[in-house]
T-cell receptor, first 114, second 112 residues
């Protein structure tokens, strides 16, 4: 079964802790993305990666870090520098069979700071 | 700042009616546009994409793109209660390799 998986589904963080959100895809997609969604708002881009060992900052990268050591995996670390991390985090990857940049999303991780 | 703006909601329509969702964008370089549906607590799922001026139909859904007016819309015919969700409009530029800019979403409620 091909798809994008994210874990955990729910995550609780204490103040000052770093946490890592997992994103894995077996779709053989080159590009992967991390978005953040706050209640009643659209998605905002945190980081994206077009190829292995390369990634770029999105619109709201401060307080976050990523790595792309394998094509299938694009983990996101929420550091203690992120002042308001409570949000719904979505990972996506891209499929371009017809030259259209169609992004498909994983199920998301809901992060809550205690 | 490249922006995508969606018509303010929430939008409420009776079952069987046509729901009209609208979106404007500021970046004239944007080439492809996407409509996603998001149920509460779930991730977005793609409904349609459009990159040519005009209409594109898929079942009960019709996407419309007018690049001169920088306007994208989604029409849902014969609306059903199961269509009740948040609808997200997103656009991408030709050289951005998939970077999407999302609107804030429009909440649609279809009442029986």
């Amino acid at each position: 079964d091909g798809g994008i998986t994210q874990s955990p589904k729910y995550l609780f963080r204490k103040e000052g802790q770093n946490v890592t959100l997992s994103c894995e895809q077996n779709l053989n997609h080159d590009a992967m993305y991390w978005y953040r969604q706050d209640p009643g708002q659209g998605l905002r881009l945190i980081y994206y990666s077009q190829i292995v060992n390369d990634f770029q900052k999105g619109d709201i990268a401060e307080g976050y870090s990523v790595s792309r050591e394998k094509k299938e995996s694009f983990p996101l670390t929420v550091t203690s520098a992120q002042k308001n991390p409570t949000a719904f985090y979505l990972c996506a990857s891209i499929d371009r069979p017809r030259g259209t940049d169609t992004q498909y999303f994983g199920p998301g991780t809901r992060l809550t700071v205690l | 700042q490249k922006e995508v703006e969606q018509n303010s909601g929430p939008l409420s329509v009776p079952e069987g009616a046509i729901a009209s969702l609208n979106c404007t964008y500021s970046d004239r370089g944007s080439q492809s546009f996407f409509w996603y549906r998001q149920y509460s607590g779930k991730s977005p799922e793609l409904i349609m994409f459009i990159y040519s001026n005009g209409d594109k139909e898929d079942g009960r859904f019709t996407a419309q793109l007018n690049k001169a007016s920088q306007y994208v819309s989604l029409l849902i015919r014969d609306s059903q209660p199961s269509d009740s969700a948040t609808y997200l409009c997103a656009g991408t530029g030709g050289t951005s390799y998939g970077k999407l800019t999302f609107g804030q979403g429009t909440i649609l409620t279809v009442h029986p």
